[in-house]
Each structure stands twice: as structure tokens, then as C-alpha cells.
């Protein structure tokens, strides 16, 4: 994503936030980004795709997020707590919440569809992570606790609608948690389940996988749009990164500890979003079964 364009979704964002979905024009987002129609055109479809693009990001940053968590820590459901705190941390400080609900409200086919595609996308994450928290023994009722947890917990928020703070946020996540381990206790003595395992995966629907050799190329070029006091380390970083990812069999666990410090060096600087979605393409390789 070029800076330009991030402006426009900047812009549309703060439409979107103060006069709603349904009340800001497509000119109106014209006039507060200081672009033509053509412009806008250029980077959207439509104020839905604009709208699509604006919770896109949110999931792009989420994802890259959680996966940094992953390659710093050690697996354990204290390790989830943490995953699941920067979705909500997410949604409740950029107020995306207000966005969710405008799109399940607005009887529009297309957005509806969407967030439908959203909900079960973070379904599938939970029922995965659950699986690799809680050991293969319990893949088989995996996705029936994802849904209870992940409908316990958004309960437990909607009662809680102004707090942001990690400490209460993680506070409800361990409860819920501890709620969902008795049940998968229960499930497993009792061998019962009523979803069927991968009953939430939509990845047959996702983009086809980055090319790794792409990948190399897009972190060397990004590199070298570093400030000098920092691209002496980010060219270190990326000449290891893209030199691994060239190889028949990479060392995932290495990828994994220099991708964080690299794509933190973007943090502030204009071309952040287009750091994120380099690296969110890497994190896409490093959790494929090719590696």
C-alpha cells in the first residue's frame, strides 16, 4: 500500500467513525483527502471496497502481530491471552467496533458477506491455536470450544464496552480461557462434538501463496528505502532474510527471529503499511507446509 492511498483510508476512517457508513458520500471522502474522483477510483472499486480495505488493514496488522508474539515466545495458553489481547486492543482503540456494527446493520449483501468471512476466519485461527495449545487430542472438539469461546468472551466484553486497558482486556481473555479448558476437559472424557474439525477453514477462498523469491526481492528494495541511521541494519537484516528465503529448505526458526527487528524499523516512518503487508506475505510463507 503506497502512501497515498493510506491517506485516502485515513481519511475515509474518520469519515466513517464521525457521520457513519451510510451518511458519508464518496464525495465527502473526495473532499477531506484533498483528491480527485479519478484518484479514488484508481485505488477502490466502490466506498464498500474502501470500507473492505479499512478492516483489511486492521487484520493485516493483527495477523503480523500475533505471529511476532509467536516467534518471541514460548507456546502456552498465556501465549494465546496475548494473541487474542491484540485483536481487542485493536478494534477497541481504533473504535472498529463501531464499523462492525454499521456493516451487520446495514442490510448491504456484499459487506454482510464480508465480515461473514472475517468471523470465520478468526474461528479457524482459534480452533488452530487451540489445537496447538492444548495438544492434538483435542483437534476433534477444537472448533465447537472456539465457538463457545470466542461467543463467551464477546459477551463478557459487550458488558465492558468502554474498557481498553490490557490488564482488564487480559483479565476476561484468562477467565474465558479457563472456562474453555474445562469444556474441552468435558468434550475430550466425553467424546462429544457437534462441528466437525476444520469446520471454519475458508482457506480454499484465500490469495495463492507468495512467491518466496518475490518475497526476498520486496524485503531488499523496502530496505533500502531506510533512513541512513538505521539502513545500515535493516540491509543486514534483508540480505539474510531474502538470502534464506532463496534457499531450497529456509530455517524457518531463523526467519522467524530476524523478521521481527526488521519490519520494526518501518514503525512511524510513511511506509509502514507497505512494510506490514511484505512481511505479512513472509509470516503467510513461514506458516505454510512448504517450509
Not at 465457538?147 to 482486556?169: K, N, R
Not at 532463496?246 to 510513511?270: I, M, W
Request: aromatic share 8%; with cysteine; hydrophobic share 40%.
Amino acid at each position: 500500500m503506497n502512501e497515498r492511498k493510506q491517506h485516502v483510508l485515513n481519511a475515509a476512517k474518520r469519515l466513517f467513525l464521525e457521520n457513519g457508513f451510510a451518511n458519508t458520500s464518496i464525495q465527502n471522502i473526495l473532499d477531506e483527502a484533498g483528491i480527485s474522483k479519478g484518484t479514488f477510483y484508481n485505488y477502490f472499486n466502490s466506498k464498500n471496497e474502501c470500507l473492505i480495505s479499512i478492516i483489511e488493514e486492521s487484520v493485516e496488522i493483527a495477523a503480523v502481530r500475533r505471529d511476532e508474539i509467536a516467534a518471541d515466545g514460548q507456546d502456552g495458553p498465556e501465549l494465546l491471552v496475548e494473541q487474542i489481547l491484540v485483536r481487542l486492543q485493536m478494534n477497541r482503540e481504533q473504535k472498529l467496533i463501531r464499523l462492525y456494527e454499521a456493516i451487520l446493520h446495514s442490510g448491504d449483501h456484499e459487506l454482510r458477506d464480508y465480515m461473514k468471512s472475517v468471523h470465520l476466519s478468526e474461528l479457524a485461527w482459534l480452533e488452530q491455536r487451540l489445537s496447538e495449545v492444548y495438544g492434538e487430542q483435542i483437534r476433534p472438539y477444537a472448533a465447537d470450544a472456539a465457538l463457545m469461546q470466542f461467543g463467551m468472551l464477546g459477551q463478557y466484553l459487550q458488558f465492558a464496552p468502554d474498557i481498553t486497558s490490557s490488564e482488564e482486556l487480559s483479565k476476561r481473555i484468562r477467565f474465558v480461557i479457563r472456562r474453555t479448558e474445562a469444556l474441552l476437559r468435558d468434550m475430550t472424557e466425553n467424546d462429544e462434538h457437534l462441528l466437525e474439525a476444520g469446520k471454519f477453514d475458508i482457506r480454499a477462498d484465500s490469495p495463492p501463496l507468495p512467491s518466496p523469491v518475490r518475497v526476498a526481492e520486496e524485503i531488499l528494495r523496502l530496505a533500502d528505502t531506510l533512513p541512513p541511521e538505521s539502513r545500515d541494519s535493516g540491509l543486514e537484516f534483508a540480505g539474510f532474510l531474502s538470502a534464506e528465503l532463496e534457499e531450497e529448505k529456509p530455517r524457518s526458526g531463523l526467519l522467524k527471529t530476524v523478521a521481527v527487528p526488521f519490519r520494526k524499523l518501518f514503525d512511524g516512518r510513511p511506509n509502514e503499511p507497505e512494510a506490514r503487508t511484505v512481511m505479512s506475505a513472509l509470516w503467510r510463507i513461514l506458516k505454510s507446509s512448504d517450509l
